[in-house]
């Protein structure tokens, strides 16, 4: 019985592990396509007042 239950607390214990490796490659996943996301609308912003840059700041 107490080596089931050793066996057992080892396996919770990697996939807690597995679990925890995952959650931290996700926020890094979801940092890396914000910041692509923030590069391609800065991107857009710039073309867009290229092409139309009669709805720029007049001065």
Do not use: C, W
Not at 13 to 30: F, I, S, V
Not at 42 to 59: K, W
């Amino acid at each position: 019985m107490k080596d089931q239950l050793q066996n057992r607390l080892t396996d919770l214990r990697n996939e807690y592990a597995a679990g925890t490796k995952a959650l931290e490659d996700l926020q890094r996943r979801q940092d890396e396509l914000r910041s692509t996301l923030l590069r391609i609308s800065g991107a857009i912003q710039v073309l867009e007042e290229m092409l139309h840059p009669e709805t720029g700041s007049e001065g």
